[in-house]
């Protein structure tokens, strides 16, 4: 690969950007059944809004990074700082015309606008305070919430509790990749990730027989969720020392996928969930040439 190409995949994670079509395809689905074209091209929103701040991330935290990760794009001189901050305007600017392009002005200003609104005010001023982990959680449940149509979001906020709860855990967990975590931290993501299968789980146990096809495959993702997450975790837990806290925190990012799956599969389209868990050792594999964290 080209450097500079590699350089900017690097800065906005490229491959990480596998975990958000998930999002937005689980909260359409929800809410009713989506226009295929606008729910992609929504999807495709949300991606570049992902890369977004990935890229301010990294500019936002240059000074720290310079310290704490100095193999990183701009503390390592291969991206210049206004270079980094060039590009998260840019992608910005890409996710919020997709936007206006496939839902009009009412999905610009409901859906996306307080989505991009989400990650730059965590990037420039929440990331380390208290309410950091709640702006990113929320910034995840508007991206399920992205491509319901007017009318039809009350249908989606249960996809969008859970992938905001399970992305409230990881991102606390996150705060301690580099130094380790207190032992509650690994715990409740552990918690966290044993609520959300438990609760999903019990939702099958109603499930009509005739949906006995989306139920098995809803199943099998949660176990391939729970399965992702749960060893490391357990392992930070026992003993969360940085490199611990950072494999979770890198498996979490991956159990996304699954978890989605889930959550498609849930609502009766087990054949468009199966990709999501397919992608998982795709992820796995792009992830040991960037780093998604």
């Not at 060039?86 to 206006?100: D, H, Q, R, S």
């Not at 979490?252 to 599969?265: M, T, V, W």
């Amino acid at each position: 690969m080209n450097t500079a190409l590699a350089a900017y995949a690097e800065l906005v994670r490229a491959p990480a950007a596998l975990t958000v079509p998930g999002d937005v395809v689980a909260g359409a689905l929800a809410a009713g059944r989506p226009n295929a074209l606008r729910t992609t091209a929504l999807a495709a929103s949300s991606v570049t809004l992902y890369w977004a701040g990935m890229a301010l991330n990294d500019w936002a935290d240059r000074t720290q990074d310079a310290t704490e990760r100095p193999h990183r794009p701009i503390p390592s001189g291969r991206l210049t700082p206004r270079a980094a901050l060039a590009t998260a305007t840019a992608l910005t600017g890409t996710g919020l015309g997709l936007a206006a392009l496939a839902g009009g002005r009412r999905t610009l200003l409901h859906r996306t606008l307080p989505l991009a609104a989400a990650v730059w005010a965590y990037d420039l001023g929440l990331k380390h305070t208290p309410l950091g982990p709640a702006t990113m959680a929320a910034a995840r449940a508007l991206d399920v919430l992205h491509a319901t149509a007017p009318g039809r979001l009350p249908a989606a906020l249960p996809a969008a509790a859970t992938i905001a709860a399970h992305t409230y855990a990881l991102t606390r967990l996150s705060r301690h990749e580099t130094d380790g975590a207190p032992p509650g931290e690994p715990k409740l993501s552990l918690a966290t990730t044993t609520a959300i299968t438990t609760a999903n789980t019990a939702r099958l146990l109603t499930t009509p027989p005739a949906a006995k096809h989306p139920a098995l495959v809803t199943a099998t993702a949660l176990a391939a969720y729970a399965a992702t997450c749960t060893r490391a975790q357990s392992a930070a837990a026992r003993t969360p020392c940085a490199p611990r806290v950072r494999t979770a925190v890198t498996t979490g990012i991956h159990a996304l996928l699954p978890l989605q799956a889930a959550l498609i599969a849930r609502t009766g389209a087990p054949l468009l969930a199966l990709p999501f868990v397919a992608a998982l050792p795709l992820a796995g594999r792009l992830a040991r040439k960037v780093s998604p964290t």
